[in-house]
């Protein structure tokens, strides 16, 4: 197997040091890895500066996968890498949909064994980019408030206990907003009505497994959008339940699609890109690169 270059974040411990200590034994099998820990952009930059021609491995969660991918892109490299995954964060979930083992000992196995693949990259109108997945509405205020009980638990093993926490939190008090949503031109919703949430899709899962769109596939070019309209009080529980059991695309008040583009503006709006939180907004669009990217995935 060719030299590795594995990337990982220095504020990281506890059981992801032990975690990071399998996944070396087993990739050192095979390979020579080298280990960079980062603990900001400036560092990450020079880490990036250094790879030479490695594939570079990420053993993090999808916040480190964004961070990683993000940089690349800014640096115009995305397109030459091949990236791996050890999936050390607390939601894993772009792990989740592409079947790579949460087991480090195993999404090691994986990697060695495993073959690259092209995926696709969400872009929005300011050259950010969103590996797996983009919401707004009640799910950004859920990950909005279980980004901080995660941070609470977090020391002490139980962080992702945070998304629960956060969506009860949520559900109870969710924010209504109008909101027009465009999606490859044709209108979704024109502040006519007050919507629940939206999400845009690379991935099919958000907070460690709620399958927002489960449909979603990151190799198929194309985006999935789901629109809640879910807002009385009554539909928002049964929405909520349908779910947890990943039905929820069934109902009458969900609108879902696939599209190349999407545009949301309106009233204030928080955005939770990929676990990292921003807004208010009034306007965000994105678009979808097609195979942007290369990253290993388990064979088969």
């Not at 690259?116 to 300011?126: A, F, G």
Request: charged share 25%.
């Amino acid at each position: 197997m060719d030299p590795l270059l594995l990337i990982t974040n220095a504020d990281a411990g506890g059981g992801r040091d032990e975690g990071l200590e399998v996944a070396l034994g087993v990739l050192r099998e095979d390979a020579d890895v080298e280990v960079a820990s980062t603990s900001n952009p400036g560092e990450l930059d020079g880490v990036l500066h250094r790879a030479g021609c490695r594939s570079i491995v990420v053993a993090g969660g999808d916040g480190s996968l964004h961070a990683v991918v993000s940089a690349l892109h800014r640096r115009h490299e995305l397109d030459k890498r091949t990236l791996g995954l050890i999936p050390l964060g607390t939601g894993n979930d772009f792990a989740r949909t592409l079947g790579i083992p949460l087991d480090p000992g195993e999404a090691a196995a994986a990697l060695v064994s495993g073959r690259p693949r092209k995926m696709d990259l969400i872009v929005d109108e300011l050259g950010g980019v969103v590996v797996n997945s983009v919401h707004a509405g009640a799910s950004a205020q859920a990950s909005r408030r279980g980004h901080r009980w995660k941070n609470r638990l977090g020391p002490y093993g139980f962080g992702i206990l945070g998304y629960p926490i956060g969506a009860a939190m949520a559900a109870v008090r969710p924010p209504f907003v109008r909101l027009r949503i465009e999606a490859d031109g044709e209108v979704v919703s024109d502040m006519d009505q007050h919507i629940l949430m939206i999400a845009i899709g690379n991935g099919t899962s958000v907070g460690g497994g709620t399958e927002l769109t489960p449909e979603a596939e990151p190799e198929d070019g194309m985006l999935d959008v789901m629109v809640s309209f879910a807002t009385g009080p009554i539909e928002r529980l049964a929405y909520v339940w349908q779910l947890r059991n990943g039905d929820h695309e069934e109902r009458d008040d969900v609108v879902s699609l696939r599209a190349r583009q999407v545009t949301v503006s309106g009233e204030d709006f928080f955005l939770a890109a990929d676990g990292e939180i921003s807004g208010p907004e009034r306007r965000r669009s994105w678009h979808l690169e097609p195979g942007a990217w290369s990253m290993i995935v388990p064979a088969g």
